[in-house]
């Protein structure tokens, strides 16, 4: 696609429920991030994929949090037993590579409200 | 201490007056430097990078670095009211291609 594409765009779940949110990057992008914004708050990275080599898992806040990457190309994120303090929009960002100054184009994000 | 510290604002400006927005940053190994927009229930959005010491100019927006002092700026032209919105700076670690640290951003208001 043209842009960075997430869905769900809005989720609403119960406390405790596990929930998946996608991310389709630009085509031909090799690194791929998910970044976490919380109100009034600035952008908590959370994890870095860059083609095959190991993701960079050093900003998942607890181990409630995972993701993958499929293929090299669409990731999903899954929160685990949420919690009301996972209340965000989960942004995803994908870039060409992930060499230092290449532009980083964000998705529209995933507003998430737990319950 | 924060990667990127910004002072939130807000900071609120004349139309047609220069806004000023500003940054440090603590990891000297910093190479490349970014402005985002973000506009209220928007993504962010780049407007600048810049990786080498001085100004840079585009269009209304210049960017202005000084590695010495750890300082990144944008300065905004001509502010419109289409300029409203919340500013983040952004530094990559020096260390660790790709990723960024963010500033928690300016909320700029311009004012018709």
């Known amino acids: 696609g043209a842009g960075v594409s997430q869905s769900p765009s809005n989720k609403v779940t119960e406390k405790g429920k596990d929930v998946e949110l996608r991310c389709d990057p630009i085509?031909?992008?090799?690194?791929l991030y998910w970044y976490r914004q919380s109100l009034g708050q600035g952008l908590e990275f959370l994890i870095y994929?860059?083609?095959?080599?190991?993701?960079?898992k050093s900003g998942l806040p607890s181990d409630r949090f995972s993701a993958e990457r499929t293929g090299g190309s669409v990731s999903t994120l899954t929160i685990q037993r949420t919690q009301q303090e996972d209340s965000a929009v989960y942004l995803c960002a994908s870039s060409l590579d992930g060499s230092g100054g290449n532009t980083i184009y964000f998705g529209e994000g995933s507003w998430l409200t737990v319950v | 201490q924060k990667e990127v510290e910004q002072n939130s604002g807000p900071l609120s400006v004349p139309e047609g007056a220069i806004a000023s927005l500003n940054c440090t940053y603590s990891?000297?190994?910093?190479?490349?430097f970014f402005w985002y927009r973000q506009y209220s229930g928007k993504s962010p959005e780049l407007i600048m990078f810049?990786?080498?010491?001085g100004d840079k100019e585009d269009g209304r927006f210049t960017a202005q670095l000084n590695k010495a002092s750890q300082y990144v700026s944008l300065l905004i032209r001509d502010s419109q009211p289409s300029d409203s919105a919340t500013y983040l700076c952004a530094a990559d670690r020096g260390s660790t291609l790709g990723r960024l640290y963010f500033g928690r951003g300016t909320q700029l208001t311009v004012w018709p």
């Open positions: 085509s031909g992008h090799t690194a």
């Open positions: 810049i990786y080498s010491n």
């Open positions: 994929f860059q083609g095959n080599s190991a993701p960079d």
């Open positions: 990891d000297r190994g910093s190479q490349s």
